[in-house]
């Protein structure tokens, strides 16, 4: 397993930020996102479940191969609390499988609206600020810019096939799931309470490594810091829903 791995760590120049490679794979991937998700609009109950599973498994592949390279190569053989993962853009991994699940019901709408509104805009916020996504490993940097990447074409698959972003009041469902899953994320740095393990950002542990937050943790403490942080995605996620919401109710007149 390990030779595997070591075969794998293909070392690399740290990509720059809104240098060739990440303007080229954002423009190009986005592009294709758009144009894939726009294909596959009419799916109908069956094909949706495939869709979501083929990128649900994908991603779950994607995140085992990840981890085990932060421990053979990364670590040396020593787990890396900080990757576990239950990070924000982690979560459709597990919300993909989930509603494959589940009927046509409010709990799966939920999911689809968190998708839509928080992981799309999270996904292009890392692209906007990619110093994330850039490692000195390739493995590391395609897995980074690929994940990201589905992030956004997930949410658009799901407007585009008229899933979410339907009503004024689906947004909430979002804030609904949103809120829920920053709990479990406390919840796990808090029993786990391990060297660098800061599930979104909130953990009363780890100081944010988010520049902005970073300063409110220091200077107000983790509570204020992770209120205003679950406020500004709130705020953002909700510009983004509307803006969709309201290009859909004018299409639709």
């Not at 053989?77 to 597990?94: A, D, G, K, R």
């Not at 110093?131 to 690929?146: C, D, E, K, R």
Request: aromatic share 20%; net charge positive; charged share 10%.
């Amino acid at each position: 397993m390990k030779s595997f791995f070591e075969a794998l760590a293909i070392p690399m120049d740290k990509p720059q930020s809104y240098g060739a490679f990440h303007l080229i794979f954002f423009i190009v991937g986005l592009a294709v996102s758009i144009l894939i998700a726009w294909l596959l609009r009419k799916t109908n109950e069956k094909q949706n479940k495939i869709v979501l599973g083929f990128v649900g498994a994908f991603l779950i592949i994607a995140e085992v191969l990840k981890q085990l390279f932060y421990y053979y190569i990364i670590g040396n053989e020593t787990y890396q609390w900080w990757i576990f993962p239950f990070q924000l853009c982690s979560v459709p991994m597990y919300l993909c499988l989930i509603s494959l699940f589940l009927p046509e019901c409010k709990f799966r709408e939920c999911l689809f609206e968190f998708m839509f509104s928080i992981n799309m805009f999270g996904g292009f916020i890392a692209f906007l600020e990619p110093s994330g996504l850039n490692h000195p490993w390739l493995f590391l940097t395609l897995h980074a810019y690929i994940w990201h990447m589905l992030l956004i074409f997930l949410g658009l698959y799901l407007y585009f096939s008229k899933r979410v972003c339907n009503t004024k009041k689906g947004y909430l469902k979002a804030i609904a799931t949103f809120i829920v899953l920053a709990g479990v994320a406390q919840i796990i740095n808090i029993t786990l309470n391990k060297p660098g393990l800061n599930m979104f950002y909130i953990s009363p542990y780890v100081q944010s490594p988010l520049a902005v937050f970073s300063m409110f943790w220091e200077k107000l403490g983790w509570l204020p810091n992770m209120l205003l942080y679950l406020l500004a995605i709130t705020i953002a996620s909700a510009v983004v829903y509307y803006i969709f919401y309201s290009f859909r109710k004018s299409k639709n007149k």
